[in-house]
């Protein structure tokens, strides 16, 4: 199980674990309840250079699309294929199987949040 305290947490609902220079991105288990069911998901082709703040892939729920921004800047060295074949990973286990992608970044972005300020943002 995750230690959902030891994650960073942005206000568009994405979470980040940090290991050495590796961000591991989600989306928070408030967000993927907020889609309702997931059943499309679009990743950046790794290899391919993200930009913090910018949108690098498409959610889509059966009530609406929500676009995925990267938390950091960096290069994507990996993205969940198997969130791609089975969507509701994302609503079943968005803190394990339902990671998105990892970006290798040079910093994190200032004004990350973490856990009691991030539920205390969504009101939880």
Do not use: C
């Amino acid at each position: 199980m995750t230690d959902l305290n030891a994650l960073q947490y942005t206000a568009e609902h994405e979470w980040i674990a940090v290991d050495g220079d590796i961000a591991t991105v989600g989306i928070t288990d408030f967000a993927a309840d907020k889609l309702g069911d997931v059943v499309f998901v679009e990743l950046p082709e790794v290899g391919g250079e993200v930009t913090g703040g910018t949108v690098v892939g498409e959610i889509e729920s059966t009530k609406s699309v929500g676009e995925l921004y990267a938390p950091v800047d960096g290069e994507v060295v990996e993205a969940n294929q198997a969130v791609v074949d089975d969507p509701s990973l994302v609503n079943s286990d968005p803190f394990g199987d339902g990671w998105l992608v990892k970006v290798r970044f040079s910093a994190l972005p200032d004004g990350l949040l973490g856990r009691d300020d991030y539920t205390a943002l969504v009101g939880e």
